[in-house]
């Protein structure tokens, strides 16, 4: 049984490298971050600025649901988890923490392929986005949620380095 937690800010690529890492494995994987954005309607980051401004999608109860949502399938082991707290809310129940990070210039060129949309809008967007998650679960939680978890990370990648296969296998090396 082997239990992942994949996190990273916006752009990352942290979806992408912990559905390959779920696949090679033959596990489930789970995204809080993806289960938030099911509740709301547009592309990646219409839906997550959405869920911030939606009350219930962005109190502190839905947002506690979703940590023990994640700790409960973490607890039945065989999955890759891919959210943006789950180094963090899997610390204890993770064989494996990892966070992928990447320049912002490099997150925006993606993000904007990927939404289609022009790079100086992804960007502004991106920004904001990563300066609204930052606020918001420092309120909540009480850290940066990107620096905190960088450090309590058992790998750190930089995505921009590295391509998804390549990390794949990094992360592969230390199951």
Not at 50 to 67: Q, R
Not at 125 to 136: A, I, P, S
Not at 164 to 171: F, T
Request: glycine share 6%; no cysteine; proline share 3%.
């Amino acid at each position: 049984m082997v239990v992942i937690a994949v996190s990273g800010p916006p752009g990352a690529g942290t979806s992408t490298v912990a559905k390959m890492l779920a696949e090679k494995l033959g596990v489930k994987y789970f995204s809080p971050g993806q289960y938030m954005k099911n509740q709301t309607e547009g592309n990646e980051t219409e839906a997550a600025f959405k869920g911030w401004e939606d009350e219930e999608l962005s109190s502190e109860s839905f947002h506690n649901d979703i940590d023990e949502m994640q700790r409960e399938i973490a607890e039945k082991g065989d999955v890759v988890i891919d959210g943006k707290l789950s180094v963090h809310m899997l610390e204890e129940q993770a064989d494996i923490k990892v966070f992928l990070d990447a320049p912002l210039k490099v997150r925006a060129r993606r993000s904007a392929g990927r939404d289609k949309m022009d790079f100086k809008e992804a960007l502004e967007t991106l920004e904001k986005r990563q300066e609204e998650e930052v606020k918001n679960w420092r309120d909540m939680y009480g850290f940066h949620y990107i620096e905190k978890q960088k450090d309590s990370a058992d790998i750190v990648v930089d995505t921009s380095e590295n391509l998804p296969d390549e990390i794949v296998e990094k992360v592969l090396q230390k199951v």
